[in-house]
């Protein structure tokens, strides 16, 4: 998919386009479920400017399908296979359709029938949008949303654009959208000195609608599935491994290498942990140590009372989890302790 940025001082929003559309023979693409996930890599321009809380539209060649709001940026290391012109080693062809050789590089002028194999070490990172998808389709038209683009360069896939110049007619025609640009004001209310701002420009309206079945659906679906929930269970027992809590009601399964598949729900790469420490591992705020396996939170988060299960120890018993999935993960919270030191 190829994504944009779209900032006016109150939205930054990125343009992604489908997975298939944004292919070149060079480079083998990302599997993404469009409502759900995009996928993407640290080689990708802009790619760390693509943040929690940001606007994603989400479209193809033809049309704008969709527009959702990132609720957590997960990265994990990873390999990626490309395949290189034999001449100049370089990534930039395309598959020709009615032309022999079958591939042209555009880097060296080179045709060829056979590409170069080329596996690469990858910063992986996987954009989850949660719920928050809304269907647009046709609400901007394609030839909008270029001429709202503030890069012109053809072969960037994460765009900057000016988004005053297409909101007014994506709210128009998509009048739901306005829920993710309020959702938006929100994040405004927590002032620098940590007090909250009493904003009376948004008001508070009873919809009367029951949510309960809902939220009891979302947790649920955060304990992951029941498989997988029981298989570690059996591995581990009834407990939080980290706190030791024995309340199944709050215990949740979570993946050491997040979930791309049923392949990843293996006992082997998965953790039975208690709600809210479930949340600072998928944030990468609680950290295990691969060789020790003990407990290490950042600094921010032992201000608020984490402070006693500071180098706890995993209660593993016989089973213990895989050795090569939190050596990654312990990549990835140390990378976190380094962007705030």
Same mark, same amino acid.
């Not at 005053?164 to 829920?179: C, G």
């Given at each position: 998919?190829?994504?944009?940025?779209?900032?006016?001082?109150?939205?930054?929003?990125?343009?992604?386009?489908?997975?298939?559309?944004?292919?070149?023979?060079?480079?083998?693409?990302?599997?993404?479920?469009?409502?759900?996930?995009?996928?993407?890599?640290?080689?990708?321009?802009? #790619?760390?400017?693509?943040?929690?809380? +940001?606007?994603?539209?989400?479209?193809?060649?033809?049309?704008?399908?969709?527009?959702?709001?990132?609720?957590?940026?997960?990265?994990?290391?990873?390999?990626?296979? =490309?395949?290189?012109?034999?001449? #100049?080693? /370089?990534? /930039?062809?395309?598959?020709?359709?009615?032309?022999?050789?079958? $591939?042209?590089?555009?880097?060296?002028?080179?045709?060829?029938?056979?590409? =170069?194999?080329?596996?690469?070490?990858?910063?992986?990172?996987?954009?989850? $949008?949660?719920? %928050?998808?809304?269907?647009?389709?046709?609400?901007?038209?394609?030839?909008?949303?270029?001429?709202?683009?503030?890069?012109?360069?053809?072969?960037?896939?994460?765009?900057?654009?000016?988004?005053?110049?297409?909101?007014?007619? =994506? =709210?128009?025609?998509?009048?739901?959208?306005? /829920?993710?640009?309020?959702?938006?004001?929100?994040?405004?209310?927590?002032?620098?000195?940590?007090?909250?701002?009493?904003?009376? %420009?948004?008001?508070?309206?009873?919809?009367?609608?029951?949510?309960?079945? %809902?939220?009891?659906?979302?947790?649920?679906?955060?304990?992951?599935?029941?498989?997988?929930?029981?298989?570690?269970?059996?591995?581990?027992? +009834?407990?939080?491994?980290?706190?030791?809590? /024995?309340?199944?009601?709050?215990?949740?399964?979570?993946?050491?290498?997040?979930?791309?598949? %049923?392949? +990843?729900?293996?006992?082997?790469?998965?953790?039975?942990?208690?709600?809210?420490?479930?949340?600072?591992? +998928?944030?990468?705020?609680?950290?295990?140590?691969?060789?020790?396996?003990?407990?290490?939170?950042?600094?921010?988060?032992?201000?608020?009372?984490?402070?006693?299960?500071?180098?706890?120890?995993?209660?593993?018993?016989?089973?213990?989890?895989?050795?090569?999935?939190?050596?990654?993960?312990?990549?990835?919270?140390?990378?976190?302790?380094?962007?705030?030191?």
């Amino acid at each position: 998919m190829d994504k944009l940025i779209i900032e006016d001082g109150t939205h930054k929003a990125w343009l992604l386009i489908s997975n298939h559309d944004r292919q070149h023979a060079g480079n083998l693409g990302y599997v993404d479920e469009i409502s759900k996930v995009y996928q993407y890599d640290n080689e990708v321009p802009y #790619c760390r400017q693509l943040a929690e809380s +940001d606007l994603v539209l989400l479209r193809d060649k033809k049309q704008l399908i969709g527009v959702a709001r990132i609720e957590l940026i997960q990265i994990y290391e990873a390999t990626k296979k =490309l395949l290189r012109c034999p001449s #100049c080693f /370089k990534t /930039k062809f395309n598959r020709r359709k009615n032309k022999k050789p079958t $591939f042209h590089c555009y880097d060296c002028g080179h045709d060829f029938d056979i590409a =170069l194999e080329d596996t690469i070490n990858c910063e992986n990172r996987t954009a989850n $949008f949660g719920d %928050t998808f809304i269907f647009t389709e046709r609400a901007v038209s394609i030839e909008a949303l270029k001429d709202a683009w503030l890069n012109k360069s053809k072969q960037l896939s994460m765009r900057p654009i000016d988004f005053s110049l297409i909101e007014a007619t =994506l =709210l128009r025609n998509a009048p739901d959208v306005a /829920k993710l640009l309020n959702q938006n004001q929100s994040f405004n209310y927590l002032k620098a000195d940590g007090a909250y701002e009493d904003d009376r %420009t948004v008001e508070y309206f009873p919809t009367g609608e029951d949510r309960r079945e %809902t939220v009891f659906r979302q947790i649920k679906e955060r304990r992951g599935q029941s498989k997988f929930r029981n298989l570690l269970r059996q591995c581990y027992g +009834d407990q939080c491994m980290i706190s030791r809590l /024995k309340l199944l009601d709050v215990l949740e399964a979570a993946h050491i290498s997040p979930y791309r598949g %049923t392949d +990843d729900n293996h006992p082997d790469n998965g953790l039975l942990l208690r709600a809210d420490l479930h949340t600072l591992f +998928d944030l990468n705020l609680l950290g295990i140590n691969p060789e020790s396996l003990e407990v290490k939170f950042h600094p921010k988060i032992l201000e608020t009372g984490y402070q006693k299960l500071e180098g706890r120890k995993l209660r593993c018993s016989k089973h213990k989890p895989s050795q090569s999935a939190l050596v990654s993960r312990w990549k990835q919270f140390l990378n976190r302790l380094n962007e705030n030191s």
